[in-house]
């Protein structure tokens, strides 16, 4: 079983509208948590990355929150642009060796 | 200038044949990667490479072969194509080996495995 869970699978929104993807992980123990963009045909890029001690961090319309006792993360996307359409992908990374577990991602579809 | 290069983009052949896609780094790290992502999207780890040793070879087959002329370069090698194949390959690269630098991983943009 996948150690991190994304959801929705995919979603699409309409230009201007915001949207929040979710990710649920049960790596243990926990260094910090990375959401990456996916831009179609290119690799992921690297949105924010969450610590233990940290409830919130924003890159621009990108807001992501972490709640460490429950294990979950959410990237929340302001006034969606045409741009925003993408795979994000939520990464954990295990404290002891460094692994990285990846999530299989959140398809975002934002339609004019 | 591009951080991480693959070439080709592209790559569609016939099952049964042997062929290898290069990736380059010009970030001076330490440790490069080979990801597989299928058609679900998943991402999944298959090589790394650390100051040219393997340092992770999870459960794929040994007809894939990294191989890392120096420190900057991890090329994939693959024998013997099959359909299952097919997906796209992402080469990455990270700073360190382990501790906070080693999530930090720039990709490449990808080259899309056709095996036909």
């Known amino acids: 079983k996948n150690q991190v869970e994304q959801s929705p699978q995919s979603l699409i929104i309409l230009e201007g509208k915001n949207c929040t993807l979710q990710c649920n992980y049960t790596v243990s123990p926990f260094s910090n948590l990375r959401w990456y963009k996916q831009d179609t045909g290119r690799g992921p890029v690297s949105l924010t990355i969450m610590t233990f001690s940290e409830n919130t961090k924003s890159n621009g319309r990108y807001t992501a929150t972490l709640d460490a006792d429950t294990k979950q993360s959410s990237l929340h996307i302001t006034a969606s642009q045409l741009s925003d359409s993408a795979s994000y992908i939520c990464v954990v990374t295990e404290a002891n060796d460094y692994k990285l577990s990846f999530g299989a991602g959140t398809t975002v579809t934002v339609r004019a | 200038d591009t951080a991480v290069s693959q070439t080709p983009k592209y790559l569609v052949t016939q099952m049964g044949n042997d062929k290898s896609i290069k990736c380059e780094q010009n970030l001076g790290h330490d440790t490069m990667y080979w990801y597989k992502q299928d058609s679900k999207k998943f991402l999944k780890i298959m090589f790394s490479y650390n100051n040219k040793e393997l340092i992770i070879n999870e459960t794929v087959p040994n007809r894939f072969s990294p191989k890392s002329p120096d420190k900057a370069h991890l090329n994939l090698h693959i024998n013997s194509l099959e359909l299952g194949d097919s997906a796209v390959y992402f080469c990455?690269?990270?700073?360190?080996?382990?501790?906070?630098?080693?999530?930090?991983?720039?990709f490449g943009a990808g080259s899309r495995l056709t095996v036909l």
């Open positions: 990455a690269s990270s700073q360190d080996q382990v501790g906070p630098g080693a999530n930090v991983l720039t």
